[in-house]
């Protein structure tokens, strides 16, 4: 514990501005993370592939039970919108599909871009406080008195290499983090596009009266 606490002491003000954008970072992949990973999330070839067998058997009640058992996942709502209107046109099951896919597409993006800005912000605020070092550094080179001097010095380095290391410390997690939430986001969005056009097709082909022979080619 005082070792944390020398540090900070040691590394200035610039520590405590990190030592907040860390907190904040943290929530954010903390609570990005569960919900993308976790409540967000869900099996979608398997999930697809039930409600494909309950479309092909005409059971769409059935198939909106199932979206409703599973009302946390980002697919589930796209689906349930298109199986909401199964017996309606072509163009009212595609709008009513594309209008819940503007819709979920914000909620699993929402708040991740932060995590890259948060990332460098840590690392822009260490190399502030490392300049921060560095003008005491050069102070107590020129104008200190020669018993300052190196006390000077030493807390002028210790602000400059503390401040840095911790940004980095920081920025670095939070950049991995990032790119991890990011890509499961972008497999999420490319699931909803992927299956939400095969119910499409499956629902239209209910309708034409070939949804046997379409299902069959899927």
């Not at 503390?162 to 410390?169: E, I, N, Q």
């Amino acid at each position: 514990m005082m070792f944390v606490l020398d540090f900070f002491r040691e590394g200035g003000e610039f520590m405590y501005v990190i030592l907040v954008i860390s907190v904040i970072a943290m929530a954010t992949v903390i609570e990005r993370g569960y919900m993308i990973l976790f409540r967000y999330n869900i099996n979608g070839a398997a999930f697809m592939a039930q409600i494909q067998k309950l479309v092909m058997a005409n059971n769409i009640d059935r198939a909106i039970k199932l979206c409703n058992a599973e009302s946390n996942s980002a697919l589930t709502r796209v689906l349930k919108a298109g199986l909401t209107r199964a017996n309606r046109s072509a163009l009212e099951i595609q709008n009513a599909v594309d209008e819940a896919t503007l819709e979920t597409i914000p909620m699993l993006q929402k708040r991740t871009p932060y995590l890259g800005m948060w990332a460098n912000v840590a690392t822009l605020t260490g190399l502030l406080g490392t300049i921060s070092g560095l003008v005491i550094a050069f102070k107590a080179v020129a104008t200190a008195a020669p018993e300052e001097k190196q006390q000077m010095l030493a807390q002028g380095i210790s602000v400059a290499m503390y401040t840095t290391a911790f940004g980095l410390v920081v920025a670095i997690p939070t950049m991995i983090a990032h790119s991890i939430i990011t890509n499961r986001t972008v497999k999420l969005i490319d699931e909803i596009d992927q299956y939400s056009v095969k119910l499409i097709n499956l629902l239209t082909a209910r309708q034409r009266g070939t949804l046997k022979e379409d299902g069959g080619e899927g």
